[in-house]
């Protein structure tokens, strides 16, 4: 038993949380055209401050890793400026922020990117199912071309520029997505990953596109604490599937316990008892997410089986949300129909207690 709760102060690399809170990165759809977040986004983080971190909306590191519709990057000056904005209205109301990296891979459709390059990808494997586009309404996904060998540094390389563009912009830290069938993900997982080189095939090869990625940020991070990654073991969204996610997660988590991250972030999925499988194998903060409410937050908290609780859907309608747990208010709930539509509505409209 611990006597940590949500309201317990904690520590993240060299960074103070004042909570157990953490904001779940969450795509919102707001952005402008070319991958530049909008105005709006500076008001709907700031009003989020207070959790013990945000981690930001799934951001591309690259052009070619975006895939939904206005969605945004972490690459050229325009889109930096953009960020350094954000990053600074959460500062100035004491709050505390990383960037996520979501490169979609195979997840996308052309009319939603402003490259022209197509998808990449570990294989040559189109996922099933459709995406919304502005233009032409729902359309099915794009087949993605596959990333010859040759390639994978400078894809690597990508993660490594956004993770400097992101701290000079003055963000605290990066996440690397690789849950939610993305690109990492898609190497993980033998569904995804016909290859035959040393990015595919065994398990100690099919990891190495994402442990490459991490030693990449955290270089140039200059700090492990200010790199955080998400998995999702066994998640079958985006037509995602692996052989045994039991063996590949246990193997990736062991991997990348040394290398010090600031914490890893799992969301419950379809393994049973996904937490207690990985907790143990993981040297840093552990952050749980999926379905958590206050109750059941603190209970994972007291029971030592966490260090960090991550809520997504809640803090969209209840931007005070440690308040909120801290006096006993009636949370808000969420409403689906505005998670991605464009303006304030469902976004910077929600009011604090
Ligand atoms: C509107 C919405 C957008 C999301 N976008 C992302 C995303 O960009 N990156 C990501 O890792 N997860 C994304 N997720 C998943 C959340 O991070 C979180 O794992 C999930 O909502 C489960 O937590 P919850 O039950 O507390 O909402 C999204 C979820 C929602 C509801």
Not at 246 to 271: C, D, F, M, N, Q
Request: net charge neutral.
């Amino acid at each position: 038993m611990s006597t940590t709760t949500l309201l317990t102060p904690g520590r993240i690399g060299g960074l103070q949380t004042p909570n157990r809170l953490m904001m779940a990165p969450m795509t919102r759809s707001r952005a402008l055209a070319g991958g530049v977040p909008s105005e709006l986004a500076i008001e709907y983080y700031a009003q989020r401050a207070s959790a013990g971190l945000i981690i930001t909306e799934g951001v591309a590191p690259v052009a070619v890793g975006l895939g939904y519709a206005r969605t945004p990057t972490a690459e050229t000056p325009e889109q930096m400026a953009a960020w350094k904005k954000i990053a600074t209205a959460v500062h100035d109301r004491g709050g505390r922020i990383f960037m996520q990296f979501m490169h979609v891979g195979r997840i996308g459709h052309s009319a939603n990117r402003y490259t022209s390059e197509p998808l990449v990808a570990p294989s040559v494997v189109r996922a099933a199912g459709q995406m919304w586009t502005d233009a032409h309404g729902l359309q099915d996904l794009d087949t993605p071309r596959a990333l010859d060998t040759s390639e994978i540094p400078g894809v690597i390389d990508g993660f490594a520029q956004a993770t400097r563009n992101a701290l000079e912009a003055g963000f605290d830290g990066v996440e690397l997505h690789s849950a939610s069938g993305y690109l990492p993900m898609q190497f993980l997982s033998t569904g995804t990953n016909r290859r035959t080189d040393a990015y595919g095939g065994s398990i100690n090869n099919r990891i190495r596109f994402v442990v490459e990625a991490l030693e990449a940020m955290i270089a140039a991070a200059g700090s492990s604490g200010r790199v955080g990654m998400k998995i999702s073991p066994a998640m079958p969204f985006n037509d995602c599937t692996d052989d045994n996610p039991v063996e590949t997660y246990t193997t990736l988590v062991k991997a990348i316990s040394p290398l010090g991250l600031g914490y890893l972030h799992v969301l419950r999925t379809t393994i049973p008892d996904t937490f207690e499988l990985l907790r143990p194998l993981f040297k840093g903060p552990f952050a749980a997410g999926g379905g958590f409410d206050r109750d059941k937050g603190n209970a994972l908290l007291a029971s030592g089986g966490a260090d960090y609780i991550v809520f997504g859907k809640l803090f969209t309608s209840n931007p005070d949300l440690p308040a909120r747990f801290s006096n006993g208010a009636e949370v808000t709930p969420w409403n689906a129909e505005t998670f991605y539509t464009p303006g304030e509505k469902g976004y910077t409209d929600y009011a604090a207690v």
